[in-house]
């Protein structure tokens, strides 16, 4: 492979072989965070630029702050496995991906550092802006393949990226003690949280009752939009902060 100019113009090149053509003429409207999960940042860059192990992303982001550049964003990389967004299942071919440092839940996951995220903030305006992809479009890894994945996890400020125009997000509703729904429930309820989860973009069933898949969708919810407890128990606090975003929605009629 060939080097590359840089589509973000702060960042290095490392050129990955790992990479295709886009499929369907898929326009770029979608950004996908991550977390490397492995023991160093330069293990994980070695491995997405490595041939044998057929993934990649776009970016990776090091905890120093660095952005390193592995495929141009005209190309499709391979970070979002199999995956699922608003009825788009090649999550590939209309996301950028963005690979951050850290190393997760299997080797002792940490916090982010501030200089790590404020170049993770400034990549992805830098995306968006010239992608002109929508707010709700910036997602977890965790959002599009729910139980698959957990990155990049409860740890991560996405209301810090809120707060400088990245991504959409509203203040959750603090947890409590009042009792939710959870497995094994069923009824209109249910389904109305279902249908909610769907309209936002999650991928689930809209049948009425709470399975090990609706489960798996609300902890995947409550890791972005709300970290404060991640138990796959639809409480007062995770509906109502679901029906808050939905109703930040930038095309929310209500």
């Known amino acids: 492979m060939r080097p590359f100019a840089p589509d973000f113009l702060a960042a290095e090149v490392r050129v990955s072989p790992n990479f295709g053509e ?3 003429n898929a326009r770029i409207d979608t950004v996908v965070l991550h977390y490397t999960g492995m023991a160093s940042g ?3 860059q070695a491995w997405l630029c490595n041939p044998e192990s057929q993934v990649s992303s776009h970016y990776i982001v090091h905890e120093d702050g660095r ?3 592995m495929v ?3 190309d499709r990389a391979w970070h979002a496995g199999k995956s699922f967004w608003a009825g ?3 999550i590939n071919s209309c996301s950028v991906g963005i690979e951050i440092v850290n190393r997760g839940h299997d080797f002792g996951y ?3 550092p501030d200089v790590q995220v404020e170049s993770v ?3 992805c305006r830098d995306i968006v802006t010239r992608h002109n992809i929508p707010a709700p479009r910036v997602l977890a890894h965790s959002d599009v393949a729910p139980g698959r994945k957990i990155d990049p996890g409860e740890r991560f400020p996405w209301g810090r990226l809120a707060d400088a125009d990245v991504g959409h997000w509203v203040r959750p509703v603090p947890a409590d003690e009042a009792p939710g729904f959870c497995e094994g429930d069923s009824g209109e309820a249910v389904k109305s949280l279902q249908t909610q ?3 936002y973009g999650y991928g689930v069933e809209t049948d009425g009752t709470f399975g090990e898949r609706t489960r798996i969708v609300v902890e995947a919810f409550q890791r972005h939009f709300r970290p404060e407890r991640v138990d796959g128990v639809a409480d007062r606090s995770t509906v109502e902060t679901l029906s808050r975003l939905l109703a930040a929605l930038p095309d929310a009629t209500s």
Do not use: W
């Open 22 to 24: 886009r499929r369907g």
């Open 42 to 44: 330069a293990a994980a």
């Open 67 to 69: 952005v390193v550049q």
């Open 72 to 74: 141009r964003e005209a």
């Open 88 to 90: 788009v299942t090649d």
């Open 110 to 112: 940490e916090d982010f």
């Open 121 to 123: 903030i400034s990549l």
């Open 197 to 199: 989860l769907f309209r």
